[in-house]
């Protein structure tokens, strides 16, 4: 029994074609819509380069351009197919070439599903993708003389002023890492002496942090040194008060941006998706409409379509024993007793001439 038949004059094949065709533009633009909401990830992303660890986050804008551009070519082509469909003469060109494409769309129409539920599921890779790259950045934020480490700083310093952040989880990771370059350090100050002998790996650690990680909102001046020494500053208590530098660590700062990019994204994905999955149905039933009328051979008349020419088990279990016969037909049994009929066949012997005939009696 058919899924879903839907019975089908010529006035409606021929209108049904037509909507197709206009969805089928639209479906273009919105190829056009994955390919941009792509390019653009892939350019937000690679923004925040510096701060990135090397991975796999590129995979989903990388899908979303593929997707797009393959969204162009598929619906470009069905376009053109519904087109032709409204013409029962026409139809006949596309009439092999029809199931294959409507197969095709459903596999391209589920990976645009895969790409919108990527965008949901990249967050672990991306978070720590971050936490890794920043973690580095903060660890070379000193060395501006060394190569292909002199622009961490400026880089570091931007970010923590853009997105109103200090430090990867917070602004203690300033305190765990010398940040000062010693170029800038008197080595002749006792003072910068006994804090490189204090520690084990001497190193210039200050409980203060860089002058970006300042809130220029607060109304006093920024305290961003001796952060937890109570008496180095005037009316100042490091456990109850508010400090005037940024809190939030800029990975969570760069997670929620990248989040809510990520968000907006899927959801459109969504929405594409299931315009896609409705343009492709529509195209199913115009395809067995199409397919039936030529079957009944009277062009004017009414014809069947439907999703499913039998119901969703059958279906199921007739692909099922196609695919478990796949590379069968040429396998030649080796069970003990039986034999190809197509080998060990006696040829004729044709060139034999000694077969007794029967005499034909003279009339008498």
């Known amino acids: 029994m058919a899924v879903l038949k839907v019975k089908f ?5 021929d209108k049904l074609a037509q909507i197709l ?14 390919f941009s909401l792509g390019l653009f990830l892939k350019i937000e992303i690679k923004k925040r380069n510096e701060v990135m660890a090397k991975g796999d986050i590129n995979s989903v804008p990388n899908m979303l351009i593929s997707v797009g551009v393959i969204a162009c070519i598929i619906n470009f082509l069905g376009g053109k197919i519904c087109y032709d469909c409204s013409d029962a ?8 070439v029809m199931l294959p494409y409507i197969v095709c769309t459903f596999c391209f129409t589920f990976s645009i599903l895969v790409g919108a539920l990527m965008c949901y599921t990249m967050r672990n890779e991306l978070e720590e993708s971050l936490y890794l790259g920043l973690r580095d950045a903060i660890r070379f934020y000193k060395d501006t003389d060394i190569p292909g480490r002199c622009f961490l700083k400026k880089t570091v310093d931007m970010l923590q002023i853009g997105f109103q952040c200090c430090g990867n989880n917070g602004f203690r990771d300033w305190f765990e ?32 942090v860089p002058f970006s990680c300042c809130n220029p909102s607060s109304p006093r001046p920024c305290i961003q040194y001796q952060l937890t020494n109570n008496s180095a500053h005037y009316n100042y208590d490091f456990l109850t008060e508010e400090l005037n530098i940024w809190v939030k660590g800029c990975r969570e700062a760069l997670m929620d941006h990248y989040t809510g990019i990520m968000r907006s994204i899927g959801i459109t994905a969504l929405f594409i998706w299931l315009f896609e999955l409705s343009v492709l149905i529509g195209v199913r039933y115009l395809q067995t409409a199409m397919k039936n009328v030529l079957l009944l051979g009277n062009l004017e008349g009414e014809s069947d379509g439907w999703l499913l020419e039998n119901s969703f088990m059958e279906t199921a279990k007739y692909n099922i024993n196609i695919i478990k016969n796949l590379g069968k037909a040429n396998q030649i ?12 066949v006696q040829s004729t012997d044709c060139g034999k001439t000694n077969v007794a005939t029967k005499s034909i009696p003279a009339a008498s």
Do not use: C
């Not at 065709?21 to 994955?34: A, E, Q, T, Y």
């Open 9 to 13: 004059t010529k006035t409606k094949r």
């Open 21 to 34: 065709w206009i969805l089928n533009w639209f479906s273009v633009v919105s190829g056009i819509v994955l």
């Open 89 to 96: 003469n026409k139809f006949s060109r596309w009439k092999l």
């Open 177 to 208: 890492i010398q940040w000062v370059s010693p170029r800038y350090l008197n080595m002749a100050s006792k003072e910068v002496q006994d804090r490189l002998k204090s520690n084990v790996d001497g190193k210039f650690l200050v409980d203060g």
């Open 333 to 344: 049994s080796t069970v003990s007793g039986l034999t190809d009929p197509n080998i060990d």
